[in-house]
């Protein structure tokens, strides 16, 4: 099976390529199609595709990423009895992702949306205990929220007559009420890509298995809400909720970066800089560069599906320990992980000539040239330092530190299985970010800025390698003690407690609200008047009758003198 669609997945992707190079070389070539399925009230309901170099380019990224994540599947899961169900799932979750892909219709979009929330929750809670189920609730609840900011904006689309976006241009200039379909879509992606204040979810969904981990992280699940806004971009250009979205993904950014330097939880510290990428993406889109967006989108799937592999393979081999104070100089016993670790986690830096450096720069030069504030520029960039804080800090706990574990017979480095996919993620890692870079921008983009503002990439990524240095050398009571140092230490460690108000604090008020409902309500007057209230009826009813079934004779007798004076009275009168 797991063989059946590798081969399946790598032939849709090369496919995909080959309709991706000719589109784009017949001058942005198109393919609408639309299948009828019912017409009310001359609003019709269709099921529509819609085929562009755009759509083409990222399912062949989504199918190679998954092609490469189910052959990886079938060393890393062997040991489990349900592996040809979690390929199922994985083939059923990159279905729902091509279906939004490809959809430019509403309702298509809400097959695939719904479908990636639904298959994500399974797979989440495919290890089967408390914490995974406890992760996918949080995870499906938040999703819940753009599902039904997306079933709203069908029914206001009604107003419209037509449910495909690409028709929407010709309301702009006329319609201020196409800013309530702005303001749901742009709430539906920011539940989609984990922006302020949902966030919590995706550090949560690390509970499912890592190859889903490398999948949801880098090219399906999150990236759903950026492409997402990416296709409505039309719809968002110069509005004031663009800059409030700006805001919010700059300073998800920016907690993310933070929260990661506290982390200790291997998985985890990749999980938040997931997050901080789609605080960039996010950012560059509500900056009006969606092209931007998408080529970032893209180079990132490749570097982050690698730092996600290589991240399962070295947990895999130290015994199920995620925990990066038990690991150190794992470089000298998996070479080859290790080199596949390093690329990646340089590319996640933007160190030069590798993919990640392609569009960060080109993202943080752009950002450098547009007319937006000192505070965004600020956060920008000290959100991309913190990015080298992190990454350097998990390079020297894992690849130069001493090892800290007692046993090192584990640690081996011939899945050969495992490697040939991490290989193949390697070589699109260093490459793809050039080659994407001539196929979306074949005309050279022009930027001019002083030396200093050129050089201020290379200032803070030489800023974050010293700090991740120096916080790497210190043993962990100098480290606690530094940490409790930073002003409001606990605040940021803790993502800005968002993990508590949306799973315990949202609980607690939940049920203390449901308490005083079942208090009032449920025990209260709905209990006295139907419940409570039809026993008590019965009850007096049932005594009224055993009292006549008991004192039968005299009733019987008493009735026969009652209906002789009865008649008595008829005859007199």
């Excluded at 990423?65 to 390929?87: P, T």
């Amino acid at each position: 099976m797991c063989y059946c669609s590798f081969f399946f997945l790598m032939f849709f992707m090369m496919m995909n390529f080959f309709f991706f190079l000719y589109f784009s070389m017949e001058n942005d070539f198109m393919i609408f199609l639309e299948w009828e399925i019912v017409t009310i009230n001359s609003c019709q309901v269709v099921m529509s595709i819609l085929l562009d170099w755009m759509s083409f380019l990222f399912m062949m990224f989504v199918s190679l990423i998954s092609s490469v994540v189910i052959f990886y599947s079938k060393s890393y899961m062997n040991s489990e009895k349900n592996l040809f169900r979690f390929i199922i799932l994985v083939l059923l979750f990159v279905f729902s992702m091509i279906m939004l892909i490809i959809s430019p219709n509403i309702i298509s979009i809400l097959l695939g949306w719904d479908g990636l929330g639904l298959v994500s929750y399974c797979l989440v809670i495919f290890y089967q205990n408390i914490k995974s189920y406890n992760a996918g609730m949080l995870t499906v609840l938040s999703n819940r929220i753009g599902d039904v900011c997306i079933l709203m904006v069908i029914s206001w689309m009604l107003n419209y007559g037509s449910w495909n976006y690409i028709f929407y241009l010709k309301f702009m200039s006329h319609d201020s009420f196409i800013n309530y379909i702005m303001v749901l879509i742009m709430l539906a992606a920011m539940t989609k890509s984990a922006q302020i204040p949902f966030s919590s979810w995706l550090p949560a969904a690390m509970a499912a298995p890592t190859p889903v981990s490398a999948l949801v992280h880098s090219s399906t699940l999150v990236t759903a809400g950026v492409y997402l806004l990416i296709r409505f971009n039309i719809l968002l250009e110069d509005t004031y909720f663009f800059k409030f979205l700006l805001l919010i993904s700059s300073l998800t950014m920016l907690m993310a970066g933070i929260s990661a330097n506290y982390e200790f939880d291997l998985k985890k510290i990749i999980a938040l800089s997931t997050l901080s990428q789609l605080g960039l993406m996010m950012s560059i889109l509500s900056m009006g560069m969606p092209m931007m967006a998408f080529f970032h989108l893209l180079t990132h799937a490749m570097f982050k599906a690698l730092l996600f592999m290589c991240a399962g393979v070295i947990i895999h081999m130290m015994m199920d320990i995620q925990d990066i104070r038990f690991m150190g100089g794992i470089s000298k016993f998996i070479p080859l992980t290790s080199l596949c670790m390093n690329i990646s986690n340089l590319s996640l830096c933007g160190i030069p000539f590798l993919s990640g450096f392609y569009s960060k720069d080109l993202i943080l030069e752009m950002m450098s040239m547009s007319n937006f504030n000192l505070f965004i520029y600020v956060l920008y960039y000290i959100s991309t330092g913190l990015t080298v804080f992190y990454t350097i800090r998990l390079l020297f706990y894992l690849m130069i530190n001493d090892y800290n574990l007692l046993s090192i017979f584990n640690l081996y480095d011939e899945d050969y299985v495992m490697l040939k996919s991490m290989f193949i993620l390697m070589f699109m890692s260093v490459i793809s970010g050039s080659a994407l870079m001539w196929l979306i921008f074949y005309k050279p983009i022009y930027i001019v800025m002083n030396i200093h503002m050129k050089l201020m990439v290379i200032y803070v990524t030489l800023w974050g390698s010293m700090m991740g240095y120096a916080i790497s050398m210190m043993n962990i009571y100098s480290y606690n003690k530094f940490m409790k140092t930073y002003f409001f230490s606990f605040y940021f460690s803790m993502m800005m407690f968002m993990p508590n108000l949306s799973t315990y604090g949202l609980s607690y008020f939940l049920l203390n609200f449901s308490n005083m409902l079942v208090k009032n309500i449920d025990m209260g007057w709905s209990e006295m008047l139907s419940g409570q209230g039809l026993v008590k009826i019965v009850k007096n009813y049932s005594i009224f009758y055993n009292f006549y079934q008991y004192n039968n004779f005299k009733i019987y007798l008493y009735s026969f003198v009652m209906w002789m004076f009865f008649l008595l009275i008829m005859y007199l009168f």
